[in-house]
T-cell receptor, first 113, second 110 residues
Framework: GENVEQHPSTLSVQEGDSAVIKCTYS??????FPWYKQELGKGPQLIID?????GEKKDQRIAVTLNKTAKHFSLHITETQPEDSAVYFC????????????FGKGTHLIIQP | SQTIHQWPATLVQPVGSPLSLECTVE??????LYWYRQAAGRGLQLLFY??????ISSEVPQNLSASRPQDRQFILSSKKLLLSDSGFYLC?????????FGQGTRLTVV
């Protein structure tokens, strides 16, 4: 089955700096890669996703890049703000397959004021 | 928009008692539905998934069971809770690729 590795497990950056979280996946058939943000005590919320026919996608301060050859994808957050502090999960799936998404173990992003 | 309603938000149950967590979906029909458990505020472990009414697949052997009596209803159950069943349980639905989550249930078995 699919295996998703996520790094780092904890990331602390100064407010206003950029943050980058990286994930690798094992199944070359995976073609859908979402990123979720989870605030304390709440369910994960989708913040951005990318499909395998696209190399990069951007939405305001967040962007995701995908390298299918290397089987890795990354989340980039620019101009970080205190409200960006949360746990971020990457995931991979094969076209919304019935067994769903395989998640990374999460990155705790801490924005230092 | 697609929405998952999950309740209760928190639950404290004694060891050996039964469990029933319910999840309902709005905004989509015939979704795939999932129950995840999240330990120590981190990784998401898939427990069960369902592609339709009455169809349940289990990912890990455990003390829990799941049922899907209606297209938009997914239930997580146990006949006798163990201490190790404590955790944060998330229901999720998936339509055309995007998965959407409920707000979770914090279960504490005492």
């Amino acid at each position: 089955g699919e295996n998703v590795e996520q790094h780092p497990s904890t990331l602390s950056v100064q407010e206003g700096d950029s943050a980058v979280i990286k994930c690798t996946y094992s199944d070359s058939a995976s073609n859908y890669f979402p990123w979720y943000k989870q605030e304390l005590g709440k369910g994960p919320q989708l913040i951005i996703d990318i499909r395998s026919n696209v190399g990069e996608k951007k939405d305001q301060r967040i962007a995701v890049t995908l390298n299918k050859t290397a089987k890795h994808f990354s989340l980039h957050i620019t101009e970080t703000q205190p409200e960006d502090s949360a746990v971020y999960f990457c995931a991979a799936s094969i076209g919304g397959g019935a067994d769903g998404l395989t998640f990374g173990k999460g990155t705790h992003l801490i924005i230092q004021p | 928009s697609q929405t998952i309603h999950q309740w209760p938000a928190t639950l404290v149950q004694p060891v050996g008692s039964p469990l029933s967590l319910e999840c309902t979906v709005e905004g989509t029909s015939n979704p795939n539905l999932y129950w995840y458990r999240q330990a120590a505020g981190r990784g998401l472990q898939l427990l069960f998934y369902s592609v339709g009414i009455g169809q349940i697949s289990s990912e890990v052997p455990q003390n829990l069971s799941a049922s899907r009596p209606q297209d938009r209803q997914f239930i997580l159950s146990s006949k006798k809770l163990l201490l190790s069943d404590s955790g944060f349980y998330l229901c999720a639905g998936q339509g055309l690729g995007e998965a959407f989550f409920g707000q979770g249930t914090r279960l504490t078995v005492v």
